[in-house]
């Protein structure tokens, strides 16, 4: 998701601590001189030891396939969203430009496949997300019974059928190949 500055870094540890759920929050600061730590509310990490965990990096894929994930905050490239669906994680959006805002769009509210932080973009980038705005959509992509949760599953499904024998990406690459070979 980037960097974030020191006020929307205590809202999102502030809406992490509410929401009562266990996370792994990579976390990336400004610049090498600052310290994750010093941006955090002061006895943060103390609060939220033994549930929480924060790092300057994480590996994408390892931690979307690991089958305790409960869900995903994301800035909503294409490549994440993919990755999402391939593991069955349903996202919490965060987009913060471009093309993101659209595929977020698309995610949460033409296809009911994500849940939102805030889909406002008129208003400045710069705006504070909440601690309420984002206790609540954690709290709605950790619901177990979530329609989005069940529609991620489902997608999931058929992003691995797809790719098997037999199915329509592994039949369009093949498809591929044979014209590219009979072009030759």
């Known amino acids: 998701m980037g960097s974030f500055k020191a006020p929307q870094v205590k809202e999102i540890a502030q809406g992490l601590e509410q929401s009562g759920f266990r996370f792994l929050w990579s ?24 549930r929480g965990m924060i790092c300057s990096w994480a590996p994408q894929l390892k931690v979307l396939a690991y089958k305790a994930l409960g869900g995903f905050i994301s800035h ?4 994440s969203i993919l990755e999402s669906f391939w593991f069955g994680v349903p996202i919490v959006t965060w ?10 769009f698309k995610m949460v509210k033409e296809l009911g496949l994500a849940v939102e932080t805030r889909l406002n973009y008129r208003k400045d980038s710069d705006e504070v997300v909440m601690i309420d705005e984002i206790e609540k959509a954690v709290g709605m992509v950790m619901d177990g019974g979530s329609e989005v949760r069940k529609k991620v599953k489902e997608m999931s499904e058929i992003a691995r059928k797809s790719v098997m ?10 498809k591929l190949i044979e014209d ?5």
């Open 165 to 174: 024998e037999g199915g329509s990406s592994f039949n369009s690459i093949g």
């Open 76 to 79: 909503c490239g294409w490549n």
């Open 180 to 184: 590219m070979i009979g072009n030759n």
């Open 27 to 50: 976390l990336r600061v400004q610049s090498p001189q600052n310290d994750a730590s010093e941006m955090l509310p002061e006895g943060f990490l103390e609060t939220v030891q033994g």
């Open 95 to 104: 987009p913060p430009y471009a093309e993101q805002q659209l595929n977020a």
